[in-house]
């Protein structure tokens, strides 16, 4: 039973951020058809602001987490201005260009901060019993912050204006343009919110896991088996591809030896197996309206 507990509870804390990371990531895909690489490194962009609030600045947790969702998500609208508008009608060119973000926000981490591994004091130190198995307070308050992020994006897409906005370029951009949507505002706005995401989940998963300047390689492969699992551009398809490998690496990690080298081989296998099956995915779209 405390196996089972103990699956349950991080299959939902690694679904949850996995779905975060994922969702960012399709949105910035189905609106700007940008494959945006460096979003786990915004991620972990993030997680060493949140570290820098708390130790440099001698700041309470929840205002680094504000500082660090601020700052993160200016630098990525910054980033998407800068460099990413100028040559966003040719894919390939920004998906370099990402990488190359990615690996000079790893560098410059290196540098600063070292290899060394570290950690963030938790919201709350204390546990639960549930079923014969301690949960901590943190894991708890997690599940709730990855279910308030999940669920106020789909009330921004389906019940506001700008949400509206959004999916109506993810759709058809000359419509959306003589319906007077400004195309480039709402391009920026999409790379905000993604960003934003990403420092979402740099939030849930700071104080529960170690942070290195290495940490957003390992879910970058996960949040990228999880879209193209989901189907590419689907929002709904990236949920729950997210969360059958967050369930995947939590059955891993508990029940094999050395678990946690195996998470990845194990997101890489179901996601061959979906696509032998279904090839455009889960939820994959088959015409380009069907994006978001």
């Keep these: 039973m405390t196996k089972i507990v103990d699956i349950a509870i991080n299959g939902l804390v ?13 949105l910035i895909f189905g609106v700007t058809r940008i ?9 972990m962009l993030a997680a060493f602001l949140i570290l820098a609030g708390i130790s440099a ?3 309470p947790l929840l205002l680094s987490i504000i500082g660090a969702i601020i700052v993160t998500t200016a630098f990525g609208m910054l980033v998407f201005k800068l460099l990413y508008d100028r040559v966003k009608e040719h894919q390939n060119a920004v998906m370099i260009i990402s990488v190359a973000v990615a690996l000079i926000l790893q560098e410059v981490l290196l540098l600063t901060v070292g290899g060394h591994y570290r950690g ?27 279910g308030v992020v999940l669920l106020s994006l789909w009330l921004l897409l389906t019940r506001t204006s700008l949400g509206q906005a959004i999916r109506a370029v993810a759709q ?10 400004d195309i480039s505002r709402i ?17 849930v998963v ?16 996960i949040v990228l088996a999880a879209v193209v699992i989901g189907g590419l551009g689907s929002i709904g398809g990236s949920v729950i591809g997210a969360f059958v490998l967050g369930y995947t690496e939590a059955i891993v990690v508990n029940l094999l030896p050395s678990g946690g080298y195996l998470a990845a081989p194990a997101a890489m296998l179901i996601l061959i197996v979906v696509l032998l099956i279904r ?6 779209v088959v015409f380009e309206e069907e994006r978001i």
């Design 172 to 181: 058809d951009r000359e419509v959306a343009t003589l319906m007077g949507i």
């Design 279 to 284: 090839p455009e995915g889960l939820r994959g």
């Design 35 to 43: 494959l945006n690489m460096a979003h786990t490194a915004l991620y």
């Design 187 to 203: 391009l920026l706005v999409v790379m905000g919110i993604s960003t934003a995401l990403a420092a979402l989940a740099a939030a």
């Design 14 to 26: 690694f679904g949850g951020v996995y779905a975060i990371l994922s969702v960012g990531f399709a």
């Design 120 to 146: 963030i004091p938790p919201f709350s130190k204390g546990f639960v019993t549930l079923f014969g198995s301690g949960v901590t307070h943190q894991h708890l308050i997690a599940i709730l912050m990855c």
């Design 206 to 221: 700071a104080p529960i896991q170690v942070l290195s300047p290495l940490m957003w390689v390992q879910p970058l492969t």
């Design 57 to 59: 600045f001698q700041l």
